[in-house]
């Protein structure tokens, strides 16, 4: 597997997110291949944690690009999102949802109780449980691989075809009509139907 280079995450949250699909989250032994995503563009976007600027919480999302911006949601669940663009920008793409590839019985074990396959990594909170992820790994750089985790292409190409719908949990008139998730079409891990 090849780590994706910096130069990769130049780009638009728009243009990376589907770019982004098929590729794979590697976490140590514990592999996953995305197959949900969703974008999220700064100050242009109503639902991005970085749409009033910069603050203690969301420094990471602007810049630069390649490092993981984790934060907690609804003080439950961790949420890694790639950081893109140019530095500054605050633009990034929230992994959302993967098909456990290695390591899965670690998988399970960080998600006690967890039996199914297509509940393992479906959803970005568990995504994060199942590949050991937690607020400490917000900064990690994804392309040198610091905390042991990078972004991989093993060849897979995008889907010529991706699902794409509306974002999940947006509230109301914070971009909840934003076409900007995008899914690899019935692959396992995908957290759920199209939301419209």
Known sequence: ????????????????APLLLNKVLVHGGRQARLVEVEAYAGSDDPGSHAYTGMRPRNTTMFGPPGHLYVYRSYGVHWCANVVCGEEGWASAVLLRGAT????????????PGITRLRELCGGPGRLTQALGMDGTFDGTDVVTGSEAVTLCDDGEPPPGDPGISTRIGISPGKGDVLPWRYYVRGAVGVSRAPSR
């Open 1 to 16: 597997m090849r780590v994706l280079p910096r130069r990769f995450y130049r780009r638009d949250s728009r243009e990376l």
């Open 100 to 111: 456990p590839l290695e390591g899965i019985e670690e998988m399970y074990a960080s998600r």
